[in-house]
DNA sequence: TATTTTCGTGAAAAACCCGTAAAAAAAAGA
DNA sequence: TCTTTTTTTTACGGGTTTTTCACGAAAATA
């Protein structure tokens, strides 16, 4: 049985290092990541069993790196950090973080929270192996790198288009009402979201069909219901 | 969609209060319990999703509350209590808990944390995508997709064909009256809608035959009274 | 069979929804 | 700050969808 292998994502070198110290001497394995760019990447090529998050990163905020986490994986993600007010714990959790513990923490209390995600890691035993990128026709989407490709040719899209065109992927072939999506991106449904979301569909589906070259038709909609994304 | 149930263990009337009031005003359903047997009944007998439980009980310790359920329930148990030393939290962690609270603790943490385990309870659920779909001779439903096939070769069917068309397939081989079908579809049974629904009839009967090979009759009628869809 | 009622059908009218462009507002970068 | 990018708002045209209506066919009733 393989030692349960844990991503470590942490800039301040004290905290890391005594965070890594206390990993080695109870059996688990560690990878490090200094800032969210790292993060990202390791989660998509390594693909840890679990995600210890410090929220103060250099480079992307820590919230960000969970909110583009979950556009494609479940791994569970342990948020680590310095920042106590409640509505920081209330944004990552609700970002789809998993725990989170405040600094200066327990290292003991660290430990078993970590055996309980790894307990409810045993029970799923899901063994479905997430993939970091997703590909239909023409298209790829490399989720760690946030990027969307069509024939290997990157294409440019916004932060909104970018969610949407993940929304869809993660539900390609099903159709998604409106009101599905625009809960998921604003988060509510107001009549005006609607109205945008037509105009990001559009844009959408012109940048897709601009680099394709058989007319293939990546998002199809549904007059009245919402939008499908085919499988080509 | 029913509310999620959460079982509230708590003795402290004050607390108590102060928690199922929080639950009312967001849309959770609860049960209260005042001791650990009553707890470990109601948690037997209601099968709340969610358990919410102080430690600190006037008959059984916390922790052996958590160890006895564990023994034959994985409801989610997320403990409240009074207790901060990290030695309690490790032991309620380790006896099956799933998170640790201390009082006094932060209402919107509270609910975020219940939001985090509504997510890994539905993500439980949906493990295992039954892709229902509906089919009859030579037809098939693809209700996720929202779309039809004959032959698998995919018709396409304006949203009033397609509610009409899942209707009759959902009570396939029983004859639905003018009224109910109207009602279903528009809400309301004026004579005009019968007017309407006959000649969505006939171009979804038209559809259905068209790519239909052999001359099969998917929808009859019976005069006076309403349709049926024929088992094929 | 004759009569009445109910259905199916085609076509036109009305209503509705969607895509699109363009402008305004907001946010992000430089 | 100014510029650029991104998001939101608004309005309109066009195509689809729904409704209405008229008339002939089919079925039920007597």
New interface residues.
């Given amino acids: 049985m393989n030692k349960t292998t844990i991503l470590v994502v942490e800039d301040d070198i004290a905290v890391r290092n005594l965070i890594t110290t206390t990993l080695d001497t109870h059996d688990y394995r560690y990878i490090r990541a200094e800032n969210g760019q790292n993060a990202l990447q390791a989660i998509s090529s390594k693909k840890p069993d679990i995600v210890l998050l410090d929220l103060g990163l250099p480079d992307i905020d820590g919230i960000d790196v969970i909110k583009r986490v979950r556009n494609w994986s479940?791994v569970p993600i342990i948020v680590i950090s310095a920042r106590c007010e409640?509505?920081d714990?209330?944004d990552a959790?609700?970002s789809?973080?998993?725990?989170y513990l405040t600094k200066p923490f327990?290292v003991?209390?660290l430990?078993?929270?970590l055996?309980?995600t790894q307990?409810?890691l045993a029970?799923?035993k899901?063994s479905d192996p997430e993939d970091s990128e997703f590909r239909n026709g023409e298209m790829k989407i490399d989720y760690a790198a946030g990027s969307v490709f069509i024939n290997s040719e990157e294409i440019h899209l916004t932060p909104i288009e970018y969610k949407l065109l993940c929304l869809l992927a993660k539900n390609s072939?099903?159709?998604l009402t409106h009101t599905f999506i625009t809960n998921s991106i604003w988060g509510s449904s107001f009549d005006s979201d609607v109205a945008s979301l037509r105009v990001f569909m559009a844009t959408l589906r012109k940048k897709l069909d601009k680099s394709s070259k058989s007319g293939q038709q990546y998002i199809q909609t549904?007059?009245?219901?919402g939008y499908?994304m085919n499988k080509l």
């Fill in positions: 479940e409640d509505t714990k209330i959790l609700d789809g973080a998993d725990d327990s003991e209390e430990l078993a929270r055996r309980v307990r409810r029970s799923l899901n072939g099903k159709v549904h007059v009245g219901v499908r």
